[in-house]
Every structure is written in structure tokens, then in C-alpha cells.
């Protein structure tokens, strides 16, 4: 039987998601993700203005009347959800925490997906793979997902985890036996991910999401504080009120945030970040709408 509390949580996102993808994200959603091509519908009389190029010639032939062939949009998608489920993801100082913001993330991109009869998948992973389930269609199938994305989320609370993206990666090559988007929600706190990275994007659509948190750029000043690792656990006492510290601090970051800009750019990947204090539908609005353009 089900937590009540975990109930009463799956049903509050759900109803503020899709409030939000029926008000600014479908539309979007479904302006970037068109389907694989067109597929026959059905052979129906010529109509003024019709192509002239579809018209059946056999069809007509038989009947003695024009006929044109129509076709409808190849509409249904697979969507992926390749969800870091790791230790960092315990991590926030704005309104909440990286876990949090993967959940809604998550809830976003589903409920979008299932508006446009797509099918969706979840993989979640940490230094291993944790759960896989199939992609399918309607709204049972996506509150299972987010039920899936908040228990581990729980179990994470108590119960450390590393990351491991080039396993996670290598892991949604072998799974996918057709063309999909695949959208990867994670911090990227990992290195040496680069192959499978590019042999994804090479065979699917993948969209990178970044979650990021403000103290993750820059240190405040506020005197001594002790920094944990949440994977490892390993401790550093930092005094945060000399510039310097904070100054090499965010030089740090700023460049390694620079190499995994640069390394998406040279792979070819869509890539957002989406910070823990901010509503991320903008983001991800502008990113389609920059997909859009491009098509």
C-alpha cells in the first residue's frame, strides 16, 4: 500500500503540471517534436486546390473519378527520462532541492510527451543503474514514473550514491531499439562520459538538462563552513570570508561549467541549465523554440 503522504505529493505536482504544460509547454512541446514523417490515412476524392501530385492514378483508374491519396502525421514519439538519481541531487539552497527540480523536470517533460501520444520511459541512475521502466502512454503509466523518481529520492536521504553517467549512458545505447528523444536530467558532476555521449546523440535526439544550484557558482561570505561531498562524505573546512578563497572557488567552477558547455557544443547536444531558485519552463520554452528555428 502507498505511503498517503507520497499520494498526496504525486497528486499535487501532477495537477500544478499540467496546469503549466496546458497553459505555456504543449504548444511548444509539440512544435519541436513532430513525429517521425508522414504515414497514409485513407484515398478520397479530388477536392479543388488538392496536389496534383497525390493523386492515386490507380484508384482513379478503377473508379473513373479523381482520388488523391492523404496522409496524416507519424505523430507518436518515444520519450526517454535518463534521471540522475545520485547523492548531489540532496543539494539546494534556493527554493529547493536539485532532487526536487528533476521531479518537476521530469513531470514537465511526461505529461507534455502523453498530450501528443507520445510514449515514455525512465531510467534512473547513480553509480549504477537503479530502475528501468518501458516506455508507454497515459496518465497511470506517468504517475508511476514520478512514483518511481520520489521514492528513490526518499530512499537517497538516508542512503548515499555516487555518479556514473558514462554507465548510464552506455546502458540507454543498449535499451533503445528505435529512433528517440532522450532527455538527461542531471547535475553532470562526472567525467569521461564524452563517447557515449556522442554515440547517443548520433543515433537519437538527446537534450541535456542541467540542474544547477547558485552556491555551486560562488561561495557567500560568511566565515568558516564546512563543505561535505554528499556521494563520498569527505569533509573540507573552507573560511569563506577571505576573497581569494572565494575567488578561486568560482574561477573553478566558472571553467569547469565552461568544459561541459564546450564538450555538448562539440557533440552536438542541446544543453540548459536550470537553476534550483528558478521556474525552469522559461528555459525550457526558449531551448524548444530555439530547436524550432532550426528546423
Known sequence: MLDPALVAQIRRIEIMTNRRVSSVLAGEYHSVFKGRGLEFDEVRPYQEGDDIRSIDWKVTARTGGLHVKRYSEERELTVLLVV????????????????????????????????????????????????????????????????????????HVTHRAGTDLSGALEFTLQLLNRQAVVFVISDFLDEGFDKPLRLINQRHDLIALQMLDARERELPKIGLVTLEDAETGRRLVVDTSRARVRRDFARAQAARQQRLVDLFRRCGVDHVTLATDADPIDPIVRLFRRRAARS
Do not use: Y
Request: glycine share 8%.
Open 84 to 155: 540522475d538519481v545520485s547523492g548531489s541531487g540532496l543539494f539546494g539552497t534556493g527554493s529547493a532541492f536539485k532532487s526536487e527540480l528533476a521531479v518537476e523536470l521530469s513531470a514537465l517533460l511526461a505529461f507534455s510527451a502523453i498530450r501528443n501520444s507520445d510514449r515514455v520511459g525512465l531510467v534512473l541512475f547513480s553509480d549504477r543503474v537503479e530502475k528501468v521502466i518501458p516506455p508507454k502512454k497515459g496518465r497511470n503509466h506517468i504517475l508511476r514514473l514520478i512514483r518511481e523518481i520520489l521514492a528513490h529520492e526518499l530512499d
